[in-house]
């Protein structure tokens, strides 16, 4: 069982910044990638930022410059620090993780989401 809690979502005005953090827990042998996606109302949800392991990272075309993914491997976390935060970036924001459990067994955690708005 492995557990993603999410935290630092709420309403911040247009071009302010949050930073939401992701940690995993549970039986984890290793984490390979770790993400972030979000899920506007009424859209699809689609991929903010990755990184892995080693500390590369991915960004959609629409927050490069403006968002930031880190991750701890010791403590099995991960950050997304958002700033210039847009009214367009509203949505629901969920932590992705790519988890070997065991030498056989490999998943992917999703964590329960965490609202951001950005609205005046």
């Known amino acids: 069982q492995v557990q993603l809690v999410e935290s630092g979502g709420g309403l911040v005005q247009p071009g302010g910044s949050l930073r939401l953090s992701c940690a995993a827990s549970?039986?984890?042998?290793?984490?390979?990638?770790m993400g972030w996606y979000r899920q506007a109302p009424g859209k699809q949800r689609e991929l903010v930022a990755t990184?892995?392991?080693?500390?590369?990272?991915e960004y959609a075309d629409s927050v490069k410059g403006r968002f930031t993914i880190s991750n701890d491997n010791a403590k099995n976390t991960v950050a997304l620090q958002m700033n210039s935060l847009e009214p367009e970036d509203t949505a629901v924001y969920y932590c992705n993780a790519h988890i070997w459990t065991d030498r056989y067994t490999y998943r992917v955690a999703w964590g329960q989401g965490t609202q951001v708005t950005v609205s005046f």
């Open positions: 549970g039986s984890i042998l290793r984490l390979n990638d």
């Open positions: 990184i892995t392991s080693a500390g590369s990272t």
